[in-house]
């Protein structure tokens, strides 16, 4: 992705055209290197932003049901839907939300795991579809790449890194150097490049704060950063009130293992144990009903517990921030062994909370779905944008790369912001530095490679 500008004035300075082509250079390797993922990221983030109107239109044949007298009871809805997989057993079960929804059950077998939608009125199983083929989560998987493997889930991650390197980049290329046009007006027309050039850093500018906050939120979905600072953040008890588990036995299980909807922050806490194992377990329809008691919001998820020292878990992450909760109960005694909500997360475990929910399109309702998704098609523009430019720009049998400083000496301090970096996001700091160490190294002492990337 390039980011020019005609002569700048800054060209008249030799320390700052050197840093103005550097951090253009950059910008262009970043952007070439960048794009198809971000493009990939824009387009199944839009989408997923309005996953509950997909839901709602496109699948309301499983999810929406007409209120017909009182509600089967869980432990009847679960038994309906463990009897429509055979050989499955149920995992976990979702409360409908409202009275014109349905309930789902989650059940594993030998093929994996299952969702299966429950009229919960009539027993009804409305469909079956297998956990890892639900359309959202589908586009989820696609979005991070994990649905293709560890290593390009990984290559989201550098390229996620990159985003930000291209937003910082970007801001200081299109910054005014007492020049009137491309700041905030367009110059020329489709045919020439400038146009191409003004559209990319306006658009650029104004939405980037907010394409940098995208990057910088969904790192804490990444394979290595992300799990490396939820560890973190977890070891120093900044995530979640850890003294609510002071008294409490607890498993060697964390909470995402048995609540896959949870929030982010509390996904590594430990699941506690029952305790006395005494008489028969109070089963999922009182579980339920203790949830609901305590002041869960509507359509929460109960793990189902698994082994005789396990907990019913309930727990929800909604649209409305301060409902987000987690409560774990004793399966024999039916006590709250441990509950913890949004409110009294320490200050760190709130703010990535309220960035996991506004990343989602969650927070501010519409408002916040638009937003994101204007800031998705923005990048999805500035790509386009950014290939059309270089295309016109590009030399004939050659990449059209920007050319090299002509004092070497800028590198210096650029090579301490990429370490800088390198330390806050490891895996696209690592990127960075072979990206430099190619271009410093082997394009300049390569003829065929020197020529290419002219």
Request: net charge neutral.
């Amino acid at each position: 992705m390039t980011m020019t500008t005609s002569a700048s004035p800054a060209e008249s300075d030799a320390s700052g055209v050197s840093l103005y082509r550097a951090l253009w250079r950059w910008h262009f390797f970043a952007g070439l290197l960048a794009i198809p993922f971000m493009l990939n990221l824009a387009m199944t983030g839009g989408l997923y932003l309005f996953k509950d109107e997909i839901n709602d239109t496109f699948f309301a044949y499983r999810y929406q049901v007409e209120a017909a007298g009182s509600p089967l009871s869980p432990d009847r809805i679960v038994e309906i839907a463990a009897s429509a997989v055979p050989g499955s057993v149920a995992r976990s079960y979702k409360d409908p939300a409202s009275a014109t929804r349905n309930a789902i059950v989650t059940v594993s077998s030998k093929a994996g795991s299952t969702l299966v939608f429950v009229n919960p009125y009539d027993g009804d199983v409305l469909d079956t579809v297998v956990a890892a083929d639900e359309f959202n989560q589908v586009v989820r998987s696609i979005h991070s790449l994990a649905y293709f493997g560890t290593f390009p889930n990984i290559l989201t991650e550098i390229a996620g890194g990159f985003v930000m390197v291209l937003v910082a980049t970007g801001i200081y290329l299109w910054w005014p150097r007492r020049q009137i046009g491309g700041v905030v007006t367009v110059r020329g027309n489709p045919s020439r490049r400038v146009f191409w050039r003004d559209m990319h850093a306006v658009t650029g500018a104004f939405a980037g704060l907010l394409i940098f906050f995208l990057a910088a939120t969904g790192m804490f979905w990444s394979n290595t950063w992300g799990s490396n600072v939820q560890a973190w953040l977890t070891n120093k008890g900044l995530g979640y009130p850890a003294e609510l588990w002071d008294n409490v036995p607890v498993s060697k299980k964390v909470t995402g293992d048995v609540a896959p909807n949870s929030g982010w922050s509390v996904e590594k806490a430990p699941v506690p144990m029952s305790g006395t194992i005494s008489g028969e377990p109070i089963g999922l329809e009182k579980a339920v009903s203790i949830a609901k008691d305590l002041g869960m919001a509507s359509g929460f998820d109960t793990a189902i517990p698994r082994t005789e020292t396990g907990v019913y878990t309930a727990s929800i992450f909604p649209d409305d921030l301060s409902k987000e909760r987690t409560v774990h109960i004793d399966q024999y005694s039916g006590t709250p062994l441990v509950d913890m909500g949004y409110p009294l997360y320490p200050a760190p475990g709130k703010a990535v909370a309220w960035g996991v929910n506004v990343h989602m399109g969650q927070e501010w309702g519409r408002f916040n779905q638009m937003l994101m998704l204007a800031t998705c098609l923005a990048i999805v523009f500035t790509c386009v944008t950014a290939v059309v430019m270089w295309w016109k720009r590009r030399p004939s049998g050659r990449l059209g790369v920007p050319p090299m400083p002509p004092s070497r000496s800028v590198y210096f301090g650029l090579w301490l912001i990429t370490l800088v970096f390198a330390i806050a996001f490891p895996m696209s700091g690592i990127a960075i530095v072979a990206m430099i160490a190619f271009d410093q190294i082997v394009v300049r002492f390569v003829p065929p490679l020197k020529r290419a990337f002219a």
